[in-house]
């Protein structure tokens, strides 16, 4: 892949690589004077897009992206579906995923297992201050605020959806030791929080790291759920027996 085109989004890429999969396709059938049925067309498209992100080594789930949008295109134009819908849908997963066009990082939920492992990474003889960066629906704020009442919760979320949907959910659970603000998490002063947790994507853990390096607190632990740093490892591990497998990695500043 040429350099230019690795520093673009992935979205932008699979966008590129869906229309050249279109262009040469076309060119194909036109050039052969081939009658397609439309969806052997899209399939055609869809699998030509889906090989192309494979040879640009995009992650495994854009595979089935490209191989699926046209298909879906093709069967959403047939079911005649009113476009106020696709609007409103538009509007909803904006909401949602306001951010991960720009940060790549989408929305991930953290399990309750995870909140429990968690629990025993907290001081449990004095108080502490905590932040979630992309801290979604609150469920990790929440929970502990819950079980461990001695400390203060911060939560940082950039999309508007699941930060309003935490936001209700601190005020209808009355729990006056968690806040919540919509933000980049990269405003956030470190400094103050004796546990910082991220659960975001493999995309911005060595800014991050370089981030806690410089403002945490020696003594404060920087906990990461499933994503680790590139460099150095962690000083412990913690695997979750959920759906996930999940691991939290575990770093004393």
Not at 41 to 64: D, E, T, Y
Not at 82 to 98: D, E, G, K, R
């Amino acid at each position: 892949m040429p350099s230019a085109l690795k520093r673009l989004p992935p979205s932008i890429i699979a966008l590129l690589l869906q229309v050249a999969a279109f262009v040469v396709v076309l060119f194909v059938v036109r050039a052969a004077q081939l009658q397609l049925a439309p969806i052997v067309f899209v399939l055609l498209c869809g699998g030509l897009a889906a090989w192309l992100s494979h040879l640009a080594k995009q992650a495994r789930w854009w595979l089935f992206i490209q191989l699926a949008f046209l298909p879906a295109i093709l069967a959403a134009y047939s079911l005649d579906i009113p476009p106020t819908l696709f609007l409103v849908a538009f509007v909803i997963m904006l909401a949602v995923y306001w951010s991960a066009f720009r940060t790549q990082v989408p929305l991930y939920l953290s399990s309750n297992k995870v909140w429990q492992a968690l629990e025993t990474q907290l001081p449990s003889d004095r108080p502490f201050k905590f932040i979630d960066l992309g801290s979604g629906i609150g469920g990790v704020l929440t929970h502990l605020a819950k079980t461990h009442p001695h400390g203060q919760y911060h939560g940082v979320e950039y999309a508007p959806l699941p930060c309003l949907w935490s936001w209700l959910r601190i005020k209808s659970g009355k729990h006056k030791n968690c806040t919540v603000q919509w933000g980049s998490m990269w405003d956030s002063d470190l400094s103050q929080y004796d546990v910082v947790f991220a659960y975001l994507s493999p995309v911005p853990m060595e800014r991050l790291w370089h981030k806690a390096r410089a403002e945490m607190r020696p003594g404060s632990l920087f906990i990461s759920n499933t994503f680790a740093v590139p460099d150095p490892p962690p000083q412990s591990t913690l695997t979750v027996d959920d759906l996930h497998t999940s691991t939290l990695y575990i770093w004393k500043m």
